[in-house]
Nanobody, 122 residues
Framework: VQLVESGGGLVQAGGSLRLSCAAS????????MGWFRQAPGKEREFVAV????????RYADSVKGRFTVSRDNAENTVYLQMNSLKPEDTAVYYC????????????????WGQGTQVTVSS
């Protein structure tokens, strides 16, 4: 599956953005879909994941209550709604596909998008 992210940009602290990740292929619903982010000089970190059916989600503690992951299997798209953004959310955000139902480790993911930049100003 090939993945293309969009929706990044510059936003003020407290604002919102919605990221999208469009996937190719007819087997999209078989994949758990995760979001990761990487800030300059830091490791890529887990943000959120949603199971293939959309029935199970998991979030990093740092974004819980502010971010929501969802998916539309008919449109082969996964979303990350980001509210109450903070300057520390600034990073390149990546979506990725896993054959696991849910996974929070990078090594579980087999396909990655190119990333989209999110910058939150204070």
């Amino acid at each position: 599956v090939q993945l293309v992210e969009s929706g990044g940009g510059l936003v003020q602290a407290g604002g919102s953005l919605r990221l999208s990740c469009a996937a190719s292929g007819r087997t999209f619903s078989r994949y758990g879909m995760g979001w990761f982010r990487q800030a300059p000089g830091k490791e890529r970190e887990f943000v959120a994941v949603i199971s293939g059916s959309g029935g199970t989600t998991r979030y990093a503690d740092s974004v819980k209550g502010r971010f929501t992951v969802s998916r539309d299997n008919a449109e082969n798209t996964v979303y990350l709604q980001m509210n109450s953004l903070k300057p520390e959310d600034t990073a390149v955000y990546y979506c990725a596909a896993t054959t696991a139902t849910i996974a929070t480790s990078r090594i579980s993911y087999i396909n990655w998008g190119q990333g989209t930049q999110v910058t939150v100003s204070s």
